[in-house]
């Protein structure tokens, strides 16, 4: 992807969060972000138990508010002034956890187990770089930067995307091939998100 596209990317992702940023003053206070992401975080359960008594509907139903909480949280911390530490670290791993644990329950049997490999092992991966590689990189008189990039922001939009397209297709007893095309689209950006923190390196 190009400097012109990538900054196409950035341009779309900064009107979703205007957009987002209007819908989060609505929000009261006694409702913070990290509340979102640890509801968040417990929606999996629901999730889950849904998939398994392939109640596909209302489990695509529960996937979208949850990713729609994933949305907010962040612009509803910028609003009201509510970014913390714990927060970037809390946010990326809901991310991780409801994803993986809801695609794990869902895929198999449904989705190539190799593909499901794949996802895992990159986003275990993603998951490393801030425990592995900002230490080392620090030692060898390095700055890198691990927080979300435009590439990371848009591999999750595509895993939602195709996890609800996959309940979907469920319910609809269709082949699931459109949801594994999509997932294969994620992967890129996995790909992509992973290569773009290492370009991200630079001499202190």
Do not use: C
């Given at each position: 992807m190009?400097?012109?596209?990538?900054?196409l990317?950035?341009q779309?992702?900064?009107?979703?969060e205007?957009m987002?940023?209007?819908i989060a003053?609505r929000f009261p206070?006694?409702i913070?972000?990290?509340f979102?992401t640890?509801?968040r975080?417990?929606?999996a359960?629901?999730?889950?138990?849904?998939?398994?008594?392939?109640?596909?509907l209302?489990a695509?139903?529960?996937?979208?508010?949850?990713y729609?909480?994933?949305?907010?949280?962040g612009?509803?911390?910028?609003v009201?002034n509510?970014?913390t530490?714990?927060g970037?670290?809390?946010?990326?791993?809901?991310?991780?956890?409801?994803f993986?644990s809801?695609?794990y329950?869902?895929?198999?049997?449904?989705?190539?187990?190799?593909?499901?490999?794949?996802?895992f092992?990159?986003?275990i991966?993603l998951?490393?770089?801030?425990i592995i590689f900002r230490p080392i990189?620090?030692?060898?008189g390095?700055?890198?930067s691990?927080g979300?990039?435009?590439?990371g922001k848009?591999k999750?939009?595509?895993?939602s995307?195709g996890?609800?397209?996959l309940?979907?297709l469920l319910?609809?007893?269709k082949?699931?091939?459109?949801?594994?095309?999509?997932?294969?689209?994620?992967?890129?950006?996995?790909?992509l998100?992973?290569?773009?923190?290492?370009?991200?390196?630079?001499k202190?």
């Amino acid at each position: 992807m190009n400097e012109k596209q990538t900054n196409l990317f950035w341009q779309l992702f900064n009107k979703n969060e205007v957009m987002l940023k209007k819908i989060a003053f609505r929000f009261p206070d006694s409702i913070t972000p990290n509340f979102l992401t640890l509801v968040r975080i417990l929606m999996a359960i629901p999730i889950i138990l849904a998939a398994e008594e392939k109640r596909y509907l209302l489990a695509a139903l529960l996937f979208l508010i949850a990713y729609f909480f994933d949305l907010i949280d962040g612009p509803l911390a910028r609003v009201k002034n509510q970014v913390t530490e714990f927060g970037k670290v809390l946010d990326p791993a809901a991310d991780k956890i409801v994803f993986l644990s809801v695609l794990y329950v869902v895929g198999k049997g449904n989705l190539s187990v190799i593909l499901i490999y794949i996802i895992f092992s990159l986003e275990i991966i993603l998951a490393s770089l801030p425990i592995i590689f900002r230490p080392i990189a620090t030692r060898v008189g390095l700055t890198v930067s691990l927080g979300a990039n435009i590439y990371g922001k848009i591999k999750m939009f595509f895993q939602s995307a195709g996890m609800i397209i996959l309940f979907i297709l469920l319910v609809w007893e269709k082949s699931v091939l459109p949801a594994t095309l999509i997932f294969v689209i994620a992967i890129i950006f996995s790909l992509l998100s992973i290569l773009g923190h290492v370009f991200a390196v630079r001499k202190k």
